[in-house]
């Protein structure tokens, strides 16, 4: 079994901040670890993923997250917000080969982007 | 690469109708589709997963006569809502997935509009 909970279903920061959106997940095998961007009234893009190997991944439009083992976490960063990272964003998680790749999401934070 | 279509983008239909929605992998070849289901402002929902030739796999609560799935081949997955009625009225949108991936791409999604 496997869940996703992100903190804060909505993030505003000012245009140029640090974005930090927050994820946690729980999976009783090791994870596959997924960033996804929606926006209105549109599918999802993948932003990065972590497999394996380095915990750090580093993503598309500047996005990276880490992958922290210990904290079941896998924030998502990116150092200087532009008006047009304001969307949905989503994490995900899946229980890697054994489990058919089928994603567990988590509900969703709206990044706000203010000038 | 990696590039997901759905169709129509949008449909209206009346209640009692049965509205057909398409889902085709235009790169590369997608052994396992996955159909969601997403309300306004929520994450997505898990409604079925395909593998092409075999008969889809529904999530608990999803009624399988109702939302019929057809994977015929390895660029096309097909979700046909049968009798649609206003609370079938959803965003609907499918992913993709190649073999030996771990990542699914996505389609733009449809919004599914019944009267």
């Known amino acids: 079994a496997q869940s996703v909970t992100q903190l804060g279903s909505h993030v505003s920061v000012s245009e140029g901040a640090l974005v930090l959106l927050r994820c946690n997940y729980s999976s009783s095998v090791p994870p596959y670890l997924f960033w996804y961007v929606q926006y209105p009234n549109q599918g999802l893009q993948l932003l990065l993923k972590y497999t394996t190997g380095a915990t750090l991944v580093k993503g598309i439009n500047g996005f990276e997250a880490e992958f922290k083992k210990s904290e079941t976490s896998f924030h998502l960063t990116k150092p200087s917000a532009h008006m047009s990272d304001a969307a949905e964003y989503f994490c995900a998680v899946s229980g890697g080969q054994n489990a058919g790749n089928m994603l567990t999401f988590g509900g969703g934070t709206r990044l706000m982007v203010k000038p | 690469g990696a590039v997901v279509s759905q169709h129509p983008s949008w449909v209206i239909c009346k209640s009692g109708t049965s509205v057909k929605i398409e889902c085709r992998s235009l790169?590369?070849?997608?052994?396992?589709m996955f159909w969601y289901r997403q309300f306004p402002k929520q994450s997505l929902m898990l409604m079925a997963t395909s593998n092409e030739g075999s008969k889809a796999t529904y999530e608990q609560g999803v009624e399988k006569d109702k939302f019929l799935i057809n994977h015929a081949s390895l660029t096309l997955s097909t979700l046909t809502v049968t009798s649609a009625h206003p609370e079938d009225s959803s965003f609907y949108i499918c992913?993709?997935?190649?073999?030996?991936?771990?990542?699914?791409?996505f389609g733009p999604g449809t919004r599914l509009t019944v009267t």
């Open positions: 790169d590369f070849q997608a052994t396992t």
């Open positions: 992913s993709a997935r190649e073999a030996g991936t771990p990542e699914q791409y």
